[in-house]
T-cell receptor, first 117, second 112 residues
Framework: GAVVSQHPSWVICKSGTSVKIECRSL??????MFWYRQFPKQSLMLMAT?????????EQGVEKDKFLINHASLTLSTLTVTSAHPEDSSFYIC?????????????FGDGTRLSIL | AQKITQTQPGMFVQEKEAVTLDCTYD???????LFWYKQPSSGEMIFLIY??????QNATEGRYSLNFQKARKSANLVISASQLGDSAMYFC?????????FGTGTRLLVSP
């Protein structure tokens, strides 16, 4: 159980394109999901906390208008990188935790490698 | 807020040997959780083991055990009988209220 699916796994697109990444909890409900960014050889940096039915909470320094987050249901959160530029190229990974079970770890999707040309 | 310190950028171990990956943490939360994740070169984050701050016993999951020393604020991961497939990045993380904070990671290389 506790499977998180992230799609797509790899995106290559031109500068100026908007890219949407989906994160789904397949067998549990998640009121809260998390979006991270990881640069090569570095740790995961939390970008924002996605809250079902309300606005996302962004970490300091993360542009809200650049990284749009929508958490439309208890099993789906999306991250849209708007007007992407080469500096947005990175590994993006989402996570979710089963709301109904205490002391559960965050389970991660497989990540999305985004390359902006 | 939590802060996680992993002082070992890289570790080498021979197959079938045990290895300890260090992790210290700093938090002001009275209740927190400590986690270890494995990240292979393919990128996915694999949950390995969890320790609650009020747990009296050290957590164990198969070949993984967590050496939890609350007074020292350390949560070292012990991998017994290393396998070639254990070669990966290992991240220690702590959570207070929902958020998970990661350390910088340790790259483990298991040699035949």
């Amino acid at each position: 159980g506790a499977v998180v699916s992230q799609h797509p796994s790899w995106v290559i697109c031109k500068s100026g394109t908007s890219v949407k990444i989906e994160c789904r909890s397949l067998d549990f409900q998640a009121t809260t999901m998390f979006w991270y960014r990881q640069f090569p050889k570095q740790s995961l940096m939390l970008m924002a906390t996605s809250n079902e039915g309300s606005k996302a909470t962004y970490e300091q320094g993360v542009e809200k208008d650049k990284f749009l987050i929508n958490h439309a249901s208890l099993t789906l959160s999306t991250l849209t990188v708007t007007s992407a530029h080469p500096e947005d190229s990175s590994f993006y990974i989402c996570s979710a935790r089963d709301d109904d079970v205490g002391n559960q770890p965050q389970h991660f999707g497989d990540g999305t490698r985004l390359s902006i040309l | 807020a939590q802060k996680i310190t992993q002082t070992q950028p890289g570790m080498f171990v021979q197959e079938k040997e045990a290895v300890t990956l260090d992790c210290t943490y700093d938090t002001s939360d009275p209740s927190y959780g400590l986690f270890w994740y494995k990240q292979p070169s393919s990128g996915e984050m694999i949950f390995l083991i969890y320790q609650g701050s009020y747990d009296q016993q050290n957590a164990t999951e198969g070949r993984y055990s967590l050496n939890f020393q609350k007074a020292r604020k350390s949560a070292n991961l012990v991998i017994s009988a290393s396998q070639l497939g254990d070669s990966a990045m290992y991240f220690c993380a702590a959570s207070g209220f929902q958020k998970l904070v990661f350390g910088t990671g340790t790259r483990l290389l298991v040699s035949p």
